[in-house]
């Protein structure tokens, strides 16, 4: 024999999982859970429909099976509706059999009845994401018209032809489909939206309710049950129908406060005791006959209803999206503060100015200050005030984005940078309407930049005093042919001054060519000092082939001692370029020191050197150091530009990677490449396109 897990697919647990199987286990003792919960439920649904009959009305004001069995299904998977109907089919009987109910008609009512929830259930159930609520006006509209309206409409012809056929009871078909339909229009609207409002969710709810909440629904309750016994107990039938919206206040009471919860319990607590009270002869739907006032109180319920279930709908969905809203706030507003992101807006034509908190405490703005472009520009650092005014007009005038970086000078002398970006909104007239921006602090990131070039800038001149350092024997020579020749011609004065008749003339000779001699020593000195002073660099116009020139003083002596030609292809005319000639200085420096000792191993006869300047058709100038040793690795030449890479016993390999900073720094490129019997080295810079300077870190 099958059991019910086997029905329901679920099968195979011998080879799932332990876990697997307990909550397959679980699973199949909800579904007897519920259909146990169904069983119960259309039974007292039944026996309350037949209470609520307007005698000798045949058919129930309010039908509550249909509409139990309609929740049900939309509270459950779609697998396990069979179960539901299975459920419900022996309570239907016995209900139906206590009232003398012919076997051929139970069976009919009991199909239409599943007709009407099957079509209402299947259509909301495809229309609306699982699970079924009532907090959206698009999910309650599609419940009204077709749970509501469209279920009980067809299936009521299905109805009252089941009783055609069967010959029961008196009524003529037509009526007999507008009864059913009536009285299960309003079955739907009342019961429905309270079983799934108040089960879908279970009961965990219920404890995260504060203690007011409970008091007020109790007041509430207690409001609704006097208002509604005053007006379908106490008032005769007499009395002014106006009074008949007495209730419409708490009403809306339920569905503002309580959203659709509430709402629906209003709605239910409503409809009973109007029924109650008009089965009982009391009230105003009392009057009349029995078919009459049936359908007096079911069009007056159903027309308190509907608008009751969507206002409520709707203030819940605003309710939920002003918190996802307020939700969405905080997580962008976490978001921004971890980024250092500020966001604002200002509204011109409601006069509304918003700033997050994180902006508002980096601008030194107070928590209710409102915002203009006055305000803002007056926390601008006076030095970038007209830049950024300019760029906010430009974005006003021509609808477009603006985007600057600036400097922030808060009123205690504290200067942050940010860069902004902001935009105007224009309304469908063309006039503006709203200014939107964001902005984002980078003082942490200038800061660390600035430490950086700091950094930099004392590793480029470390690699020059380094450079110098192995240049001292050179340096040395070079200063010792002055200083040889100063001393030489002191020693001659000095004979000159021991004969006693010196020549004027020729003792003047001789003191020009000492200050001919210490002028070139001090050039010598001032040059290397000049090369490896601390400090700031100026970039100024400089022509290229000054700075070969330059470099080749401070090399003569070394190139004469390795025995190295160097030849010079210098173009004529070479346009200047915007640079540190210092910096220059270093990066020529090192590409020929470079060069020399790639040809250490090479003869004598072949050891040359070939530099060159070239203008380049892309506004660009070229310099390239060519020689005649070893060359690059053949794998790959850019190698020798890595950190920490060199070809030396007692290299750093920093020399290579200093350098492409530095031609970088400056706009240009540096690259490498093997050529016959050695390599290439040469970079770019772009030519000066203005002649102003400016200090560069």
Same mark, same amino acid.
């Given at each position: 024999?099958?059991?019910?897990?086997?029905?329901?697919?679920?099968?195979?647990?011998?080879?799932?999982?332990?876990?697997?199987?307990?909550?397959?286990?679980?699973?199949?003792?909800?579904?007897?859970?519920?259909?146990?919960?169904?069983?119960?439920?259309?039974?007292?649904?039944?026996?309350?429909?037949?209470?609520?009959?307007?005698?000798?009305?045949?058919?129930?004001?309010?039908?509550?099976?249909?509409?139990?069995?309609?929740?049900?299904?939309?509270?459950?998977?779609?697998?396990?509706?069979?179960?539901?109907?299975?459920?419900?089919?022996?309570?239907?009987?016995?209900?139906?059999?206590?009232?003398?109910?012919?076997?051929?008609?139970?069976?009919?009512?009991?199909?239409?009845?599943?007709?009407?929830?099957?079509?209402?259930?299947?259509?909301?159930?495809?229309?609306?994401? !699982?699970?079924?609520?009532?907090?959206?006006?698009?999910?309650?509209?599609?419940?009204?018209?077709?749970?509501?309206?469209?279920?009980?409409?067809?299936?009521?012809?299905?109805?009252?032809?089941?009783?055609?056929?069967?010959?029961?009871?008196?009524?003529?078909?037509?009526?007999?489909?507008?009864?059913?339909?009536?009285?299960?229009?309003?079955?739907?609207? +009342?019961?429905?939206?309270?079983?799934?409002?108040?089960?879908?969710?279970?009961?965990?709810?219920?404890?995260?309710?504060?203690?007011?909440?409970?008091?007020?629904?109790?007041?509430?309750?207690?409001?609704?049950?006097?208002?509604?016994?005053?007006?379908?107990?106490?008032?005769?039938?007499?009395?002014?129908?106006?009074?008949?919206?007495?209730?419409?206040?708490?009403?809306?009471?339920?569905?503002?406060?309580?959203?659709?919860?509430?709402?629906?319990?209003?709605?239910?607590?409503?409809?009973?005791?109007?029924?109650?009270?008009?089965?009982?002869?009391?009230?105003?739907?009392?009057?009349?006959?029995?078919?009459?006032?049936?359908?007096?109180?079911?069009?007056?319920?159903?027309?308190?209803?509907?608008?009751?279930?969507?206002?409520?709908?709707?203030?819940?969905?605003?309710?939920?999206?002003?918190?996802?809203?307020?939700?969405?706030?905080?997580?962008?507003?976490?978001?921004?503060?971890?980024?250092?992101?500020?966001?604002?807006?200002?509204?011109?034509?409601?006069?509304?100015?918003?700033?997050?908190?994180?902006?508002?405490?980096?601008?030194?703005?107070?928590?209710?200050?409102?915002?203009?472009?006055?305000?803002?520009?007056?926390?601008?650092?006076?030095?970038?005030?007209?830049?950024?005014?300019?760029?906010?007009?430009?974005?006003?005038?021509?609808?477009?984005?603006?985007?600057?970086?600036?400097?922030?000078?808060?009123?205690?002398?504290?200067?942050?940078?940010?860069?902004?970006?902001?935009?105007?909104?224009?309304?469908?007239?063309?006039?503006?309407?709203?200014?939107?921006?964001?902005?984002?602090?980078?003082?942490?990131?200038?800061?660390?930049?600035?430490?950086?070039?700091?950094?930099?800038?004392?590793?480029?001149?470390?690699?020059?005093?380094?450079?110098?350092?192995?240049?001292?024997?050179?340096?040395?020579?070079?200063?010792?042919?002055?200083?040889?020749?100063?001393?030489?011609?002191?020693?001659?004065?000095?004979?000159?001054?021991?004969?006693?008749?010196?020549?004027?003339?020729?003792?003047?000779?001789?003191?020009?060519?000492?200050?001919?001699?210490?002028?070139?020593?001090?050039?010598?000195?001032?040059?290397?000092?000049?090369?490896?002073?601390?400090?700031?660099?100026? !970039?100024?116009?400089?022509?290229?082939?000054?700075?070969?020139?330059?470099?080749?003083?401070?090399?003569?002596?070394?190139?004469?001692?390795?025995? +190295?030609?160097?030849?010079?292809?210098?173009?004529?005319?070479?346009?200047?370029?915007?640079?540190?000639?210092?910096?220059?200085?270093?990066?020529?420096?090192?590409?020929?020191?470079?060069?020399?000792?790639?040809?250490?191993?090479?003869?004598?006869?072949?050891?040359?050197?070939?530099?060159? +300047?070239?203008?380049?058709?892309?506004?660009?100038?070229?310099?390239?150091? !060519?020689?005649?040793?070893?060359?690059?690795?053949?794998?790959?030449?850019?190698?020798?530009?890595?950190?920490?890479?060199?070809?030396?016993?007692?290299?750093?390999?920093?020399?290579?990677?200093?350098?492409?900073?530095?031609?970088?720094?400056?706009?240009?490129?540096?690259?490498?490449?093997?050529?016959?019997?050695?390599?290439?080295?040469?970079?770019?810079?772009?030519?000066?396109?203005?002649?102003?300077?400016?200090?560069?870190?």
């Amino acid at each position: 024999m099958k059991t019910l897990a086997t029905a329901l697919g679920l099968t195979g647990l011998d080879s799932r999982s332990k876990t697997q199987r307990t909550d397959a286990q679980f699973f199949e003792w909800r579904v007897v859970g519920i259909a146990l919960c169904v069983f119960v439920g259309y039974y007292l649904g039944a026996k309350i429909g037949f209470a609520l009959t307007l005698r000798p009305h045949p058919v129930s004001v309010l039908w509550p099976p249909n509409s139990i069995l309609l929740a049900a299904l939309l509270l459950t998977p779609v697998r396990v509706w069979w179960v539901i109907l299975l459920a419900a089919f022996p309570a239907h009987l016995a209900a139906q059999l206590q009232s003398n109910v012919p076997p051929a008609m139970i069976l009919c009512w009991f199909i239409s009845n599943s007709c009407e929830a099957l079509i209402g259930a299947g259509c909301v159930r495809y229309l609306i994401d !699982r699970p079924v609520r009532f907090d959206r006006l698009g999910n309650v509209g599609i419940f009204i018209f077709f749970a509501a309206f469209l279920g009980p409409f067809l299936s009521s012809f299905v109805d009252a032809a089941f009783v055609a056929i069967n010959h029961f009871g008196g009524d003529s078909y037509w009526q007999v489909w507008r009864i059913r339909f009536t009285s299960n229009i309003l079955a739907a609207l +009342t019961l429905v939206p309270l079983i799934v409002t108040w089960v879908a969710d279970g009961i965990a709810w219920l404890w995260k309710i504060r203690q007011a909440r409970f008091l007020e629904a109790a007041l509430l309750l207690i409001a609704l049950l006097s208002v509604n016994t005053i007006v379908f107990y106490k008032l005769g039938s007499s009395a002014d129908s106006a009074l008949l919206c007495l209730p419409v206040p708490f009403l809306i009471w339920a569905a503002v406060r309580f959203g659709s919860r509430g709402a629906s319990a209003a709605i239910c607590t409503l409809t009973f005791l109007a029924i109650w009270s008009a089965g009982h002869g009391y009230g105003p739907f009392s009057t009349r006959s029995a078919e009459e006032n049936a359908l007096s109180i079911q069009m007056f319920l159903i027309v308190m209803s509907v608008p009751l279930l969507l206002l409520a709908a709707v203030i819940e969905e605003r309710g939920k999206g002003a918190m996802t809203l307020r939700e969405r706030e905080d997580r962008i507003s976490l978001a921004a503060e971890s980024a250092n992101l500020v966001f604002w807006s200002i509204n011109f034509e409601r006069k509304e100015s918003w700033m997050s908190d994180k902006g508002r405490a980096i601008f030194n703005f107070g928590p209710d200050e409102p915002l203009s472009r006055e305000l803002f520009l007056s926390r601008v650092h006076p030095e970038d005030r007209d830049a950024v005014d300019e760029a906010i007009e430009h974005a006003r005038v021509e609808s477009q984005t603006f985007e600057i970086e600036y400097r922030l000078l808060r009123p205690d002398g504290d200067i942050r940078w940010l860069i902004s970006r902001g935009r105007y909104l224009r309304n469908d007239r063309g006039g503006i309407r709203e200014l939107i921006g964001v902005a984002i602090d980078i003082t942490a990131q200038v800061k660390a930049d600035l430490q950086l070039g700091l950094q930099r800038e004392e590793m480029v001149r470390m690699s020059r005093v380094s450079s110098m350092g192995e240049l001292t024997a050179s340096l040395a020579h070079e200063l010792n042919q002055p200083l040889t020749a100063i001393a030489s011609n002191a020693a001659a004065g000095r004979r000159l001054l021991a004969q006693g008749s010196p020549d004027p003339k020729m003792f003047e000779e001789l003191l020009a060519d000492v200050a001919m001699d210490a002028r070139r020593a001090g050039d010598i000195i001032h040059g290397i000092h000049h090369f490896v002073r601390k400090g700031e660099g100026t !970039r100024c116009r400089v022509n290229l082939n000054e700075i070969v020139r330059e470099v080749l003083r401070l090399l003569h002596s070394d190139l004469l001692g390795r025995g +190295t030609a160097v030849e010079t292809e210098l173009a004529p005319n070479l346009p200047s370029v915007d640079a540190d000639p210092v910096q220059l200085q270093q990066v020529l420096l090192n590409l020929l020191m470079n060069s020399l000792e790639a040809m250490n191993d090479t003869s004598a006869a072949s050891r040359r050197v070939v530099i060159s +300047t070239t203008c380049e058709p892309n506004s660009s100038v070229a310099v390239s150091v !060519r020689d005649y040793g070893s060359g690059l690795p053949a794998d790959d030449a850019d190698k020798v530009f890595t950190h920490f890479y060199s070809t030396k016993p007692n290299g750093m390999g920093m020399g290579l990677t200093i350098v492409r900073s530095i031609v970088e720094a400056h706009g240009g490129k540096l690259r490498a490449e093997n050529v016959d019997e050695g390599a290439r080295f040469f970079f770019t810079l772009p030519v000066t396109r203005k002649s102003e300077t400016r200090e560069v870190a």
